[in-house]
């Protein structure tokens, strides 16, 4: 049977924390609480040593009901409740998957590494929502391990869980978690044309295809050119889709 220590990996076993690295943490989460107020993402640390939630933001998306102090206070707890069975298996092999890569990176790049995922909720009226999960390192012990991560919820624009990526500041590479085979595959990113990201940008703001040809000085065909072009790209149907995608992939 599964519980919480299920969700901590050896690779990443933090016992001991010393003075140096507890001076790094020094009010550290009073510039991530201005951040979660300034946001309409939900937000969370998750605390490896303690193995729990050190903090949680109070927007609902993540809260299923709950305040964001109770949902602190249940940890991991909380998967058990809300995440999906199969989604929850789903998170036990991407915890796995994810420190198996994390322990190949060099010490001085950890840091520099994103894992993204999709999930679903099920919250107390059980009505079941997928989000979208990225989670990042935000201090190391001097052994490397993540002692405390950044975790930032949004809706998904995929239409299902899994949808596994890792990537690395400043790189173009991505890395994408094969569930069938079990192991990395590696591919490029995305990269939108200036035309492509005008027209998001523009779309964002609630802009028509007559406004943003308008805009832009084309045809309101010519959007619609590079409407469908982006669609494709994307593999959206779309210009909402296309814009959560582009959103949380960091595209714009």
Not at 91 to 108: Q, S
Request: glycine share 4%; aromatic share 14%.
């Amino acid at each position: 049977m599964n519980d919480v220590n299920d969700f901590f990996s050896f690779r990443n076993t933090v016992n001991n924390i010393s003075n140096n690295d507890q001076q790094k943490t020094a009010n550290y989460l009073e510039p991530v609480m201005a951040f979660a107020r300034t946001t309409y993402k939900s937000i969370y640390i998750i605390d490896y040593q303690q193995k729990g939630f050190e903090y949680v933001s109070d927007n609902p998306l993540f809260l299923c009901g709950h305040s964001a102090k109770e949902v602190e206070e249940m940890g991991y707890a909380f998967y058990f409740k809300y995440v999906i069975e199969e989604d929850l298996n789903l998170l036990f092999k991407i915890n796995e998957a994810g420190f198996e890569f994390y322990e190949r990176i060099p010490l001085e790049d950890r840091k520099n590494y994103t894992i993204s995922y999709d999930y679903h909720l099920k919250n107390q009226e059980g009505k079941t929502i997928l989000i979208n999960q990225k989670l990042t390192p935000m201090f190391l012990t001097n052994e490397g391990k993540i002692w405390k991560a950044l975790c930032i919820i949004s809706l998904s624009a995929e239409q299902q869980a899994g949808n596994i990526t890792i990537y690395k500041k400043g790189d173009n590479k991505l890395f994408r978690y094969d569930l069938d085979g079990n192991f990395w595959r590696t591919s490029e990113r995305i990269k939108l044309t200036n035309r492509e990201k005008e027209i998001l940008l523009f779309s964002t703001r609630g802009y028509t295809i007559n406004e943003i040809a308008e805009s832009i000085f084309v045809s309101p065909d010519t959007v619609k050119f590079h409407r469908r072009k982006l669609f494709d790209k994307l593999d959206v149907t779309n210009i909402s889709e296309a814009i959560a995608y582009a959103t949380n992939n960091k595209l714009i």
